[in-house]
């Protein structure tokens, strides 16, 4: 049982890039979650899937896309990067049921762009 | 989302010692998680807390679910050199899907 995984473990993008970081669960978890991390600071949500086909923004989705075929994998889209995305990513997954929401990390993705 | 004041901001103490760190929040939470992030990896559920008033141990760590539901406390008893890390109190409000993070208390341990 392997979690939450994600790839890349780093990357390092020029302006304008684009990339896809990975995030897949075997948990079987219906909700599953991308923040970003900037230094000193908590995680901010950027987007969330309550399952399959469903999406929705968190609080600073702007200058990414995500997608949910299926339960296992959440991908995010960085379309064209900007240095305002350099940041540390972490995708969650959590199985919502009578208000328990404890989510469960991946090890993240460090990004940096130039 | 939600900004939850957490606090102290930065703890240094020795080994043996026992700590204590808070979360405060304007609005009313129907969760609270604590985590804790090692250097390098995401952070790690410590403790989950559903009701107003509950008191949960985890080992040495105990946190408390504030009656208000505004708030909450972490507390590690005799801490030890790997408890050193960032930790994060996390809420969540009855309408929504997202946690709200405060910005970590970072814990150094001297042995």
């Known amino acids: 049982n392997a979690g939450v995984t994600q790839t890349p473990k780093f990357r390092i993008l020029k302006i304008g890039q684009s990339m896809t970081l990975q995030c897949a669960q075997d948990m079987n978890h219906n909700y599953m979650y991308w923040y970003r991390q900037d230094p000193g600071m908590g995680l901010k949500l950027i987007y969330y899937?309550?399952?399959?086909?469903?999406?929705d923004k968190g609080e600073v989705p702007n200058g990414y896309n995500v997608s949910r075929s299926t339960t296992e994998d959440f991908p995010l889209r960085l379309e064209l990067a900007a240095p305002s995305q350099t940041s540390v990513y972490f995708c969650a997954s959590s199985f919502r049921l009578a208000g328990s929401n404890e989510q469960f990390f991946g090890p993240g993705t460090r990004l940096t762009v130039l | 989302g939600q900004q939850l004041n957490q606090s102290p901001q930065s703890m240094f103490i020795q080994e043996g010692e026992d700590v204590s760190m808070n979360c405060t929040s304007s609005s009313i939470f129907n969760t609270w998680l604590w985590y804790k992030q090692d250097p390098g990896e995401g952070p790690v559920l410590l403790i989950a807390l559903y009701k107003a008033g509950e008191l949960t141990s985890n080992g040495r760590l105990t946190a408390q679910f504030g009656i208000t539901r505004k708030d909450s406390f972490l507390n590690i008893s005799a801490s030890i050199p790997s408890d050193v890390g960032i930790y994060f109190c996390a809420g969540q409000n009855p309408s929504g899907y997202a946690l709200n993070f405060g910005k970590g208390t970072s814990l150094l341990v001297t042995p």
């Open positions: 899937s309550v399952g399959a086909g469903i999406t």
